[in-house]
């Protein structure tokens, strides 16, 4: 069987956790750590949606890895895989997956996963792309992990306004966090970070948007294919 991790990092292996992550003072992890203990637990409608959603994409018996995973409700509710990994940077969600659950939990940057080539059948990476610091590099590695005709799953806040944060009702009425969304995503965007995928299926999301009081957005979620091509040289 293929390894799952590239055999050149190393990890601590605490409370189940596989922590690839040395810098515990990088303000990126601390602020997302503190968002974790902040959220009251509660599963908003829009992860219900996008869990139905992957239930009904994902085959069976896949080999499924979920990028920015949090407490691995979706995960929890993909039965019958032959191997279900989580990754995420803030411990303290990691720390809230069922301890009898056999998701393999994996403290990592998206940008730097510690998984071998072309390993998943399929990755999930689901309101992560406006997060991240580095896109680009984030996407070079949601392709580097998935093998060819495997299935991505993205999901993203669609041309949001991203004003919104700069605003005198936002600043009021909300907590400010030091890492927010920190662009807007479009179509063009998405051809860009991901040339070699094909786009099988979308859909909006908008149960969502009624809570959103201030410049309301909709959440695109896509089905895109990995088509075969030229491997870059990082890839080989």
Not at 13 to 28: C, Q, R, T, V, W
Not at 116 to 134: A, G, I, M, P, Q
Not at 153 to 166: E, G, I, T
Not at 183 to 202: T, V
Request: charged content about 30%.
């Amino acid at each position: 069987m293929k390894e799952l991790f590239k055999t050149f990092l190393g990890y601590d292996l605490k409370e189940g956790i596989y922590d690839f992550i040395k810098d515990h003072n990088d303000p990126f992890v601390e602020n997302y750590e503190e968002i974790s203990k902040d959220f009251d637990g509660k599963i908003s409608v829009e992860t219900m949606v996008l869990s139905n959603l992957c239930e009904v994409l994902v085959p069976k018996y896949s080999t499924v890895l979920d990028v920015g995973c949090g407490r691995c409700y979706i995960l929890n509710n993909l039965l019958f895989m032959e191997e279900r990994v989580g990754l995420d940077v803030s411990k303290n969600e990691l720390h809230f997956v069922p301890k009898n659950s056999d998701i393999m939990k994996v403290r990592a940057f998206g940008e730097n996963m510690p998984f071998t080539n072309s390993y998943f059948d399929v990755v999930l990476c689901l309101d992560v792309l406006e997060h991240v610091r580095d896109v680009e590099r984030l996407a070079f590695e949601l392709n580097r992990v998935l093998r060819i005709g495997g299935m991505l799953l993205l999901a993203c806040p669609w041309k949001q306004d991203l004003s919104v944060y700069d605003s005198d009702e936002y600043k009021k009425n909300y907590k400010q966090y030091r890492y927010k969304h920190l662009r807007s995503i479009d179509y063009k965007m998405i051809e860009d970070l991901f040339p070699r995928f094909n786009l099988e299926a979308q859909t909006f999301i908008t149960v969502q948007s009624e809570f959103h009081t201030i410049k309301p957005y909709s959440i695109r979620f896509m089905k895109l294919v990995k088509q075969s091509g030229q491997n870059s040289p990082m890839e080989l």
